[in-house]
């Protein structure tokens, strides 16, 4: 009876799985069905000739256009066709709509999105443009809109998680993707607000040792000139009760690296420029790799979706390649509220009300939450996003007598920064280039510039605040001041250079200027490692060509760790495991390769230290610092051993036994996560690009489904950028940030160009095209934007309808 019951129960689940199965492939070949059609011909509106789109093997699109504004309407199909969930959460992010679709979850980072109002000044950005650029724009939107008007077929999955069908696209809407791109590459907001959470526990002496000052001999873009300014004391510390204000998802900056090399230093005699800029690792990714042929010439890089233009690449005449400066164009302003009126602040001049607005948020079905948002004479009122200060109908003010309002440059009205894209795709000169250069506002980038008649460059342009009586590392007081900035420093004093005289320009995000410099730029700067390792490679009297410049975008050893190792090794051990570890550490060369054992061994060192020296002195706060922090780890070892002893005893421990227990508490750790032995793991065990999708990484099963798994090579210090998580031990040492493009521009043949995204060209989850590029970029491989030829794997024709 018990074995007839068992096998009534197994077949019962069979049945369950096969029926489970059955659904499951419906809904897959349902899918499937709405998968966009890449042959034949389409009838469309808003077209003056006949389109071609050609497709490589790996999806690649080729774009074939009687002119201009027709190419651009093809840009806006194809992207529709490709990333159309993308562009759906592109705009539902900038509005503030992301409650509508996954619920209360998402409320604090809708009302941080709605307090800043980017799409509100996206909107009225559009009447400063170009009458050019509003009708690239325009021509974009039909392209887009076209596509969903002749869409047969399911939508996208992602539409079935917001719950609605795509909105006709708007031409504002592409102005929305700079806004984003500038809120996520300008980080000085939440350091800000880390430094003055830390000045709560710290001495300004103590946080020297946690920042401290780069040496005057440290990597610098332009050598001739630079800091102007020595750094001053610390501004009063932030209340705790505002860590919240600031949420998660903007913590993560961007990187890049750049470099431009004179034809007196390559094989060719014209110049090589490379560029890769460094974000995070998601699917699908935000570069979509095209070629695009008018009468007018080819333009071959990237595009993003939701732009009509390239944002990287090259016309035939010019190329260009971009890096993030790490300048400071924000400021955290703390005001003060009126202890009589809640509804107003303080000021130098007496009390002025808070300019609110009040909006309501949906939250699926016919939930909602209607909330009032404030601003002061210095922007948004920003902390109103934390959930233990909400300004809502009941509660206008929040707890204490302050809230925290945002100066940032991107919040200036009639931003012409898509100017600047058009104007760059069509540049033929160092000076059509400084042009359009001119016209950007935000996000502030450095752009490098090379071409065909043999000049390199670069120019740093955007909006850089003029600060008064403060250096902008911590929040300023509102109520003491009447202004923070008197100004914006001149387009034509912003870095920039022509021609050096080394003929070599480097940037990857270290410090742009020197001490004689009349402005200050940021208070601080990005370790200079990967820019002294492309120094050191580059500086020979070699003569430089393509496969150097790819190598030297793939290269993985760590300047920092042959700068460390040195006083780590002279840790004290006393057991087998520790001596072993301490013998291959010495024998290494610093490459984090990912087939080897001595980066997993360092990298889980160097994590246990940065917590046995800091966790002590730090307490609650360490997670603020529980990062990569080989800078203060050399400050300590080389000159403030005291941080070595913890406070909580009278012994004197000392440097190398602290280092010696961290060894072995790594060890243990590797052990631990790797589940074997720590001698036999690789870091590419653990160092591995998973690409989550974008909208599917919180459902279960499906979000595992969905990724890939490369194991990589290099970290955080490395050219080859490879960012790990250091405090989720979940995720130990998963690669979550690196390079989103490899590009080399040869100029003495722009179509021998190479170029690398990932994970792929669709975004679309059953698409063959989804991870198409993951494996070439995992195993450093680049491609040539030169078209399918005559054979290409898919052909569409757009023929105009009317």
């Known amino acids: 009876m018990l074995l007839m019951a068992l096998r009534r129960t197994a077949y019962s689940l069979i049945g369950l799985a096969a029926i489970v199965l059955l659904v499951a492939g419906g809904v897959i070949l349902w899918s499937r069905g709405g998968l966009p059609n890449l042959d034949g011909e389409a009838q469309v509106s808003g077209l003056t000739a006949p389109v071609e789109i050609l497709r490589d093997e790996r999806g690649i699109v080729t774009i074939r256009a009687a002119n201009p504004t027709d190419a651009r309407f093809a840009l806006g199909y194809v992207h529709a066709q490709d990333r159309l969930g993308q562009l759906e959460m592109l705009r539902r992010v900038v509005e503030g709509r992301l409650s509508e679709a996954v619920g209360r979850r998402a409320l604090p980072f809708d009302k941080l999105m709605l307090s800043l109002d980017l799409a509100g000044h996206a909107e009225r950005s559009l009447p400063a443009l170009l009458p050019e650029t509003r009708e690239a724009l325009d021509a974009y939107a039909r392209g887009i809109n076209a596509y969903l008007a002749q869409h047969e077929g399911p939508w996208p999955p992602e539409f079935y998680i917001f719950g609605a069908d795509p909105e006709p696209w708007r031409p504002a809407a592409s102005l929305m993707w700079g806004k984003l791109k500038a809120l996520q590459l300008s980080t000085n907001w939440t350091q800000e607000e880390r430094y003055a959470r830390l000045a709560t526990a710290l001495t300004p002496e103590q946080l020297q040792v946690l920042f401290p000052d780069l040496p005057d001999e440290s990597a610098t873009t332009l050598t001739e000139v630079g800091r102007a300014w020595r750094e001053s004391g610390r501004a009063d510390a932030l209340p705790q009760s505002w860590a919240a204000a600031l949420p998660e998802e903007m913590r993560n900056p961007g990187a890049s690296n750049a470099w431009a090399l004179s034809g007196e230093k390559t094989e060719s005699g014209k110049p090589l420029l490379a560029s890769d800029p460094h974000l995070g690792l998601t699917s699908p990714g935000i570069w979509y790799p095209v070629r695009i042929e008018t009468p007018e010439g080819v333009l071959a890089g990237v595009s993003s979706p939701g732009v009509p233009f390239l944002v990287m690449g090259h016309n035939g005449h010019i190329a260009w390649g971009m890096t993030t400066p790490y300048t400071d164009t924000q400021d955290l302003v703390r005001e003060k509220i009126d202890p009589d009126d809640p509804g107003r602040y303080l000021t130098p001049s007496g009390s002025e009300p808070f300019e609110t607005r009040t909006v309501r948020i949906p939250l699926g079905g016919d939930d909602f939450e209607e909330v009032i948002l404030r601003r002061t004479r210095f922007g948004p009122v920003v902390s109103d996003t934390s959930s233990s200060s909400l300004a809502t109908r009941d509660r206008l003010a929040p707890a204490g007598d302050e809230v925290l309002s945002l100066a940032w440059t991107a919040l200036q009205e009639a931003d012409t920064s898509a100017d600047a894209l058009l104007l760059l795709n069509q540049a033929h000169s160092w000076d059509d280039f400084a042009a359009a250069m001119a016209r950007l506002k935000a996000p502030q980038q450095n752009v490098f510039y090379a071409d065909v008649d043999g000049n390199i460059g670069f120019y740093t342009p955007g909006l850089s605040p003029i600060r008064e009586g403060h250096d902008g590392l911590t929040p300023v007081e509102g109520w003491t001041r009447d202004r923070i900035w008197s100004g914006f420093v001149p387009f034509e004093k912003m870095p920039h250079a022509l021609n050096p005289a080394d003929g070599l320009l480097v940037n990857a995000n270290n410090r742009l200027v020197g001490p004689d410099y009349p402005y200050q730029l940021a208070a601080q700067w990005p370790p200079p490692h990967r820019a002294e390792r492309i120094l050191e490679t580059l500086a020979d009297d070699n003569q430089h060509d393509m496969e150097a410049m790819t190598a030297l975008q793939l290269d993985a050893r760590s300047s920092m760790a042959r700068e460390l190792l040195p006083y780590l090794l002279e840790a004290n051990v006393d057991d087998a495991d520790a001596e072993e570890a301490l013998r291959r550490l010495a ?142 031990q979940g995720r130990l040492f998963e690669h979550i940030h690196g390079a989103s493009l490899r590009a080399v521009y040869d100029l003495a043949d722009l179509d021998n160009s190479r170029f690398m995204v990932a994970p792929g060209v669709s975004g679309h989850p059953l698409s063959p095209y989804r991870h198409s590029l993951a494996e070439a970029w995992g195993d450093g491989v680049y491609t040539k934007l030169v078209g399918p030829g005559e054979s290409p794997v898919h052909r569409l024709r757009l023929l105009p309808l009317d």
């Open 587 to 728: 024998d290494w060369d610093g490459t984090m390769a990912a087939d080897a054992n001595e980066p997993l061994l360092f990298s889980a060192w160097l994590r246990q230290i940065n917590l046995a020296l800091f966790a002590d002195e730090l307490g609650a706060l360490a997670e603020d610092f529980h990062h990569w922090n080989a800078r203060a780890i050399l400050r300590v070892l080389r000159e403030a051993p005291d941080w070595c002893d913890h406070q909580d005893t009278s012994a004197v421990e000392g440097c190398a036994a602290l280092l010696g227990t961290a060894l072995s508490n790594a060890i243990q750790l590797i052990e631990a996560r790797g589940g074997g032995s720590w001698q036999e793991l690789t870091w590419g065990d653990f160092h591995k690009a998973r690409f989550p999708h974008q909208v599917f990484r919180h459902v279960p099963v499906v979000s595992g489904l969905l990724a890939e798994e490369l194991a990589t090579d290099g970290d955080f210090y490395t050219v080859s950028r490879g960012t790990p998580i250091y405090a989720d």
